[in-house]
Each structure stands twice: as C-alpha cells, then as structure tokens.
C-alpha cells in the first residue's frame, strides 16, 4: 500500500509539474519570439497553442522513449476525448460558443481527417516511423497555410487567437531564457514522475496501462487547455475557447503521435487492440459529431455542452465499472450505447431542421 500512496503522489507531483512547466515554457516562448521579433500572429498560432499541448508531447515522447507505447498512445486519444468531451462542453455550459472563425472552420474537417487517417494506420497495431513523417510533414504545411491565410484576414483571426501583452512578455533576453529552460525542465521531470506513477499504479491495481492513459494520464495532461478554454469562455473570447481545443487535437495528432512515431527507434509505436476497436473510433466519432454541432446556427449551445459532458462521464463509468462492479457492463454498455444513439438523433435532428429552414429562407 505504500508504494501505491507514493505512485498517486508520484502522479500528482507530475500533473503539477507539467501544469507549471508548460506556463513557464508559454512565458519564455513568447518573450523570446518577441525579442526577436517575430509577429505576434504567428506566435499565437504556433507558440501558444504549442505550449498548451507540451505536457502531452512531452508525457508521450518519454513513454515511448521508455517503452510504454500503449501510455504514449492512449495519452494523446484519451486527451483528444477529453478536449472535445470536457473542455468544448464545459466552455459551452459557462457560455454558449458562437462559431464564426474561418480557421476553426477550416480545421474541423482538417481534424476529421487526420483522426481517420491514424486510425487507419493503427488498425494494423502499428504505427510506424514513415507514418509519424508523414505526419510532421502535413503538421508543417498547416502551420504554414494558417499563417498565409491568416494574414489574409488579419481582423477575424485576431478574435480567434490569445492576446498577447507586449509590454508584460518583452523582457530582457536573460529572463525569456530563464523561463524558457526553467519550463522544459519543470516539464521533463513532471513526465517522467507522471509516466512512473502511471505505470506503477496500473501495475499495482492490475489494469493496463492504456486505461491510465485514458483516464488519469490524459486529464493532467489537458489541464491546461481546459483552463484556458474556460477563461476565454468566460471573458466572452469564445472563437479563442473553440480554437484552443481544435487546435490542440490537431497538435496531439501531428505532433505528438508524429514525434512519438519517429523516436521509437525505428519499431514504431505499438497500438493496443483495445484503443484500435474501441477508444480511437470514439475519438474519431466524437470528431465527426462536432461538425453538426458547429453548423447548428453557428452556436454550441448549454444543452449541446451538457450532452458532451454527459457523455463523457459515461465513457469514464465505462472503463471503471468493468474493474469495480464487472457483473454490471453489460447492463451499463446498452446503456451508453442508448445514450449515444439518443444525442446522435438529437444532434442529426437539429442539424436537419437548421438546413431545412436556410433552405427556406433562401427560396423566399
């Protein structure tokens, strides 16, 4: 029991660390990129949103440098649930989110496709070097075609991006460095006690690693962009609130998976048969039911935001039940498959009577 105490400590120790260490890294990043004097467009589109997702790059690097591919794997699918699931229905329930920025437009679709993309290559429970490649390259040509287009529309893709305060993050160039390094440390060492609580505790309880990773793992690790999405909700920025999640998956996907892909050493990461049957195909249609929900009068409405949190407590009931009350998950498993074929059809609905009456409107 003891070494189970210090494992959960070992665990929140981490959690605390990469929350930390990924302020520290957005604070120096940000004063440096300033220093040298690159535009502040850019740093919101590339910097910021590279900051927020830092604990899950850096959590899923050093699992698969330690050779906990199924950790490093579910940490990035589990985090994708979690964004879309917890950040996008809490941020609506605060405030419901009008959806009017290009980019978070564009980015859905884009999203969409990458996800299936991954789950496709992981249907074979490989992921393989040549795949993460791939994936830095499209991750690269993004980063590239959000700037151009950005530019081209400076005045919307200003709502939809951080607000960064010149005067408070130019410093001198000793500070920015200081934070800078003082963050990837913070960050190094809270993934490393993240991932060796994680790995210890599914050890100990008899569980596989997958389901912490699903679960605890990629909670911490989307602390920060729950926290961020949350404020922008709340000061009304909500373009701010649904691009910090979009593009948040989107970096999980093509940075992290792809930067875990590469560094495996050449094997490729290893997909459980469990998160190819189950967990990424969840993944993959909470994605797809974003797009009727962003298109129902541009607005994630409170009920729409409430559905998505529901939902997600029943996918964690799901996975904690089988080890609690076994003699239930059955019973419970027609229930979530109830539950999600009643928002499905709500969510269809809506969608169908929002074209309907466009329609309408455009034939008078």
């Known amino acids: 029991m003891p070494s189970l105490l210090l494992s959960f400590l070992e665990l929140i120790a981490g ?4 929350f930390s260490g990924g302020e520290f890294f957005i604070q120096g990043s940000v004063a440096l990129a300033l220093i040298l004097g690159v535009p502040q467009l850019v740093i919101g589109l590339t910097i910021v949103s590279l900051g927020t997702s830092a604990p899950e790059l850096f959590v899923s690097v050093n699992s698969s440098l330690s050779g906990s591919d199924s950790l490093a794997v579910s940490n990035i699918v589990g985090s994708n649930i979690f964004n879309v699931m917890v950040v996008l229905g809490g941020s609506a329930l605060l405030r419901p989110l009008r959806v009017e920025s290009r980019l978070v437009r564009r980015d859905i679709p884009l999203l969409l496709g990458v996800s299936a993309a991954v789950w496709g290559m992981a249907s074979s429970e ?18 590239t075609w959000e700037i151009r287009t950005a530019r081209e529309e400076p005045k919307r893709t200003q709502e939809a991006e951080p607000e960064i305060n010149i005067e ?14 003082g963050g990837i440390i913070l960050l190094t060492i809270g993934s490393r006690l993240l991932v060796s609580g994680a790995s210890t505790i599914a050890t100990s309880l008899g569980v596989s690693e997958a389901i912490i990773g699903l679960t605890i793992v990629s909670l911490g690790t989307s602390l920060p962009e729950l926290i961020t999405s949350l ?25 992290v998976l792809g930067s875990c892909s590469i560094l495996s050493g050449g094997n490729g990461l290893v997909v459980e048969n469990l998160l190819i049957t189950k967990d990424i195909p969840i993944m993959v249609i909470t994605t797809l039911a974003c797009m009727p929900i962003f298109w129902t009068k541009g607005i994630i409405s409170r009920v729409e935001g409430g559905v998505l949190l529901g939902l997600y ?12 009350v076994p003699s239930l998950h059955s019973e419970f498993q027609q229930l979530v498959c109830l539950a999600i074929i009643l928002s499905t059809v709500i969510i269809m609905y809506k969608t169908i009577m929002y074209w309907l009456r466009l329609r309408k409107i455009s034939n008078t």
């Open 168 to 181: 408070k993050d130019s410093t001198n160039l000793l500070n920015a460095a200081i934070k800078l390094v």
């Open 15 to 18: 959690i605390l660390l990469l």
């Open 126 to 143: 490989l992921i393989t070097w040549q795949f993460g490649v791939a994936l830095i390259v499209a991750l690269i040509i993004n980063t």
């Open 313 to 324: 407590l029943l996918y964690l009931a799901d996975k904690i039940i089988p080890l609690t």
């Open 231 to 255: 404020v922008a909700a709340i000061r009304g920025q909500t373009d701010l609130a649904i691009g910090n999640v979009i593009g948040s998956c989107l970096l999980n996907q093509l940075l």
